[in-house]
């Protein structure tokens, strides 16, 4: 039980930072390596200086409710991995993580629903940006998908992990 618990967490801190990264960092959409855009800004790379030039993405309704999804997954988890330290050192021997499951679970859905409305709607997002048809989706992107399934897979496992002396 002691491997399980130990995965449950390594698993758990690795997931919130995907979700951290995935929230922060600018590579949701990329055009040809040399610009890219994310949750917060349009970045160009100036090959004249050597810097990323980036100004603010325009703000949609899509492009918001992303922004706030993304932030409630990284709440939720970090939440959740707070409470579960909690629990771990004042729960009664036997008890059930109930609470840092479902707060895990949780961040696996809002990670759900931010990925998918910017995977439907990336138009509308980026409609001011350059042609859609010679960029795609970066690695933020991607990382939010492969936290979706390991949220919820560690929210289940927190809900029937049983804590032991």
């Known amino acids: 039980m002691a491997y399980l618990l130990m995965f449950v967490t390594l698993l758990h801190l690795i997931t919130l930072a995907m979700l951290f990264i995935a929230t922060m960092e600018k590579s949701w959409w990329v055009w040809d390596g040399m610009e890219n855009s994310d949750l917060w800004y349009n970045c160009r790379f100036d090959n004249d200086t050597g810097t990323w030039l980036c100004a603010s993405s325009k ?4 492009l918001q409710s992303v922004q706030v999804l993304m932030v409630l997954s990284v709440v ?5 991995f707070l409470v579960f330290l909690g629990q771990l050192f004042t729960m009664s021997k036997g008890g059930l993580f109930y609470f840092t499951g479902l707060c895990q679970v949780f ?3 809002t990670a759900f629903a931010a990925a998918l409305i910017y995977t439907l709607h990336n138009q509308e997002i980026l409609q001011d940006s350059r ?3 010679e960029g795609h989706f970066g690695y933020c992107f991607i990382l939010a998908w492969v936290c979706v399934p390991l949220l919820l897979i560690s929210g289940v496992m927190y809900i029937h992990l049983r804590k032991k002396e």
């Open 131 to 133: 042609k859609l048809t």
């Open 76 to 80: 939720f988890s970090s939440v959740s």
């Open 59 to 62: 703000e949609t309704e899509w």
């Open 107 to 109: 961040a696996g859905l």
